[in-house]
């Protein structure tokens, strides 16, 4: 067992390292457990130590982690705080003062944005720290960078926490992170399109204004802010293919074609898209086009790998549907086995009494006992059930499975219209 001194001389060695170095006095309370002396004392000796030296961090420091070693956590805080230290973060994950948080926010931000960020989003669904509590307190600082960082990661967190600020998020990328706005746009959809695309306008966002467009149905728009505002025939082709509208194409060539760079640009690459010729018929006389002939060559390159890959699909689509076709046939011409428990599917009863063969190509068969009919779909039935209860000659069994399944459809797009 390790001798242990009385706490008095631990103290004096202690207040020794107070008069003549802090650094080490810092070091040595971080060693020793403070069982080893009074705490408070020590305390009270720092205290009269900061009257002469009120700035001195080591003396900070060593008040902070006796406070806290005393369970004095708002003490220990506040000096954490009032000094700027970043080991404030550590002392709230590791003592749980999560509802501190809100009470200096502002402080903390300033500490370390993302660090407060982090912890505030980690314990959102505790009372003090619910989001539109914190979204009130970051909005009555009027700043508004913190609320777009808190909202931010918020969102990279759980998408739906703060839905109902999605639509203020729109000017916060807008203004303070314009690389996130268009991924953010992506994967919201309950932002009003509208108003969107009027921020996009203000902050001439062009990209994304492109983007709002297409899923406001206004794709010919968003093809013109492409031509028009980005000059960018690459993206106007990608766009274009990505919406597959033949209308489109023609927009497309028809904005281009006063642009010899941008004929330019569709020579070389719609040649697997669109027919080559509604291009070069609207190209007007005498205009000078940049590597024309290279380009002629490339469009028309690409033109037939469209018409070889046509005609690959044709032959494949030939081949397919006569093996199905053989398939079907011997299928309908395949043998189906009666014998005398089968039933009729409409009143229950045995349909022959004796084992038969029957072709499916025959639909009926007249037997010493009863007419009968066998359906392709393998279903048999008294000549008089069918007659009786089914005039169009169809399975019955079939033919309500059909309408239960058609009216289900019937009902769940009705059900989604509403």
Known sequence: MDPQLSPAVYELVLNTFLQKDSKTLHKTVQAWPTSLYNPQAVINAVDDKLREQPNNEDLLKVKALLHEDLGQYEEALKIYLQQGHFEVFELIRKRKLHASLVGNLMTLMKLGSEETVNLLI???????????????????????????????????????????????????????????????????????????????????????MVFLLARMGN????????????????????????????????????????????????????????????????????TEIPNLGASLVKLLQDFQVQV????GCRKILVKDSHSLMEKLYKLQGSAVYIDGDTICKACGNEVIGTGIYMFATKMTMKTEKADFVLFFCGHVYHGRCVNKKNQRMTCRMCYVHTRAEHRGRKEHLLQKNL
């Open 308 to 311: 070889n890959l046509r005609e």
């Open 122 to 208: 980690a314990h959102r669904t505790e009372p003090p720290l619910q989001v539109e509590r914190v979204v009130k307190v970051l909005d009555s600082t009027h700043t508004v960078e913190y609320l777009h960082k808190y909202l931010d990661g918020l969102f990279q967190k759980d998408p739906k926490a703060g839905g109902q600020y999605h639509q203020r998020q729109v000017e916060l990328y807008a203004t303070y992170d314009k690389e996130k706005l268009l991924p953010f746009l992506r994967s919201c959809t309950d932002i009003p399109l509208q108003k969107a695309l009027q921020v996009c306008e203000k902050h001439n966002r062009y990209e994304e």
């Open 219 to 286: 794709p010919k728009a968003a093809l013109e802010l492409v031509i028009k505002k980005l000059e960018d025939v690459d993206k106007a082709i990608e766009f274009a293919m990505e919406e597959g509208d033949d209308d489109l194409w023609d927009a497309l060539i028809h904005l281009s074609i006063s642009n010899p760079k941008f004929v330019t640009g569709l020579l070389n690459n719609v040649g697997t898209h669109i027919d080559p010729t509604k291009l070069i018929q609207q190209i007007p006389e005498h």
